[in-house]
């Protein structure tokens, strides 16, 4: 780990510029979070200097922006495995490194973390101090400010570091409101409002407040009365970029003893021109070319984003009545292009997720139809407001869960492997999925015209199958593709490519159902299917528990068909790893040659 506590400032800046340099270097060659881990960089190198890792809980929340903190915390050697296949994860991992405090993957957990942090350093009788580097955009989730109000309630000593990369929480207003939050950063006036406050103890009332409420209108032009409000002190803005005023207000911050909200603001990709500024593609990248900037040539076959988003313009031009939701990620679940279009349809309400699924639901009420574009693993964010706000009034909001099964490096807190096990269990709610473009549109097309709560998943990138002419959904009909001998393979969604890709491997013909749905199942082609073929093999990218596999053995059980050997291919009973996908499906055994050989 590097020491850097007796640097001096030149050595501290020349630092974080080895270390941007480093994240270039490796980012550029294995794909990774870059504006935002860039930005972060001085933040990070301050936060170091003022505040002891070895004790201290240092949260990053989502913890894509922490690569620095990486860097300084022994992993500089190993840096260049980032995100690869048992190579470093691309987010904080306590059994990677004891430097990093929790697992993170997902927005707005930060300041929760730091008050339970806090509340069992107050009850170990412990000095530490709990800090919590945070984001302009995670600031937009409720539970931030669940966080925020019992914290400014219990007072626990803890730093928030807000890094504000795009002026989104509040924008300064002219010179006036620099000098001020200049001058309100440094420990003069943090130690003068201290003895002012102790003065006006002894003070008449009146007194006291006249002087408060100078001190408030003071603050109106600056964005702090929200957090001042809360009852947790506000420092800043400050200049994300400059270690020395940085180190200067965390020390200040560190020596209150009580919660600090220090807001910083700082440049997307700062140190690198290309990226630099709130240019979204930036935020996370594939591989590029380190001089021009450019990202290789993408390959011409359609993702199934891309089909997604392509479909829902033309719906959507077709019907007024179509709208749609997505929670801060508008370009990854293609929904980028109808938003640019039908703005007053399609809305991104920021991460959000509770809320986008909630909202959906009035306008479900009203007669609208929605669309909820989410990917499978945030949607879990939303899994209350699915039952509660959606299924149990029976409305007909479609879920469009993007990024089902593995996604590759971005690991264990992005795959998408639990939508059909938790959306299962839901009544009202219809579960489907398509497996190539045709069947894509032919899901968005049944979805669009289903008065019920409903969701169909799809992978990240391309479909395994190719494309080919296919039936209309009907619900609870499953498509049998061809017929064989002895064995059955059924797939769900993107399954069915890796069945058709087994089948091909095999020197014996086997059948190939396309289940389509995995509630309500094709109860009455499974019993049909189960007195021509004894072997069945199940291909669905997701968990076993509560899967595919288990809702069909519900089904044999239920019509008492006993005579079934059902192997299932879905994912065992762990979180999976981070990597590339064709290796993080050899580690588990899921390749077309592995599973063919199991089979036979």
Known sequence: MKDIKNLSLDA????????????????SKNGGHLSSTMGATDLIVAMHYV?????????????????AHKLLTGRWET??????????????????????YYVAGHSSTSISLAVGAAKAIALKGEE?????LIGDGSMSAGMVYE???ELGDRKYPVVIILNDNEMSIAKPIGAISKLLSQTMAGSFYQNFKGKVEKVLEHFPQSATYMAKRFEESFKLITPGILFEEMGIKYIGPVDGHNIETLIETMKVAKAFGEPVIIHAQTTKGKGYKFAEGTK?????????????????????????????????????????????????????TGMSAVMEKYPDRFWDVAIAEQHAVTSMGSLAKEGFKPFCAIYSTFLQRGYDQVIHDIALMDLGVAFALDRAGIVGEDGETHQGAFDISYLRAIPNMTLFAPYNETTMKL??????????????????????????????????QSVLLQEGEEILFIGYGNGVGRAQKVAELLETKVAILDLRFVKPLDEKMLVKLSKEYKKWFVFSDSVKIGGVGSAILEC??????????????????????????????????????QLAEKIM
């Open 12 to 27: 501290l800046n020349a630092l974080a510029e080895e270390i941007r340099q480093k994240i270039l270097e490796t980012v």
């Open 51 to 67: 505040f002891d890792v070895a004790k201290d809980p240092f949260i990053f929340d989502v913890s894509h922006q922490a690569y």
């Open 79 to 100: 840096f260049h495995t980032l995100r690869q296949f048992n190579g470093i994860c691309g987010y904080t991992k306590p059994s990677e490194s004891k430097y990093d």
């Open 128 to 132: 530490r101090v709990p800090v919590a």
């Open 147 to 149: 966080a925020l109000n």
């Open 280 to 332: 979204e593609h930036w935020h996370g990248v594939s591989a590029f070319d380190l001089k021009t900037g450019e990202a290789p040539k993408k390959s011409t076959v359609k993702t199934a984003t891309a089909i997604f988003s392509e479909m829902m313009v033309k719906m959507a031009e077709e019907d007024e009545k179509i709208v749609g939701v997505t929670a801060a990620m508008p370009s990854g």
């Open 443 to 476: 899901c968005m097309a049944f979805a669009k015209v289903y008065n019920h709560p409903c969701a169909f998943r799809y992978p990240r990138g391309s479909f395994l199958a190719e494309d080919c002419e296919s039936p209309a959904y009907k619900l609870g």
């Open 556 to 593: 044999l059980s239920q019509n008492r068909i006993q005579d079934i050997s059902l192997t299932s291919f879905e994912y065992d009973d762990a979180f999976v790893t981070h990597g590339n996908t064709k290796l993080v499906e050899e580690s588990l055994g899921l390749l077309p040659e």
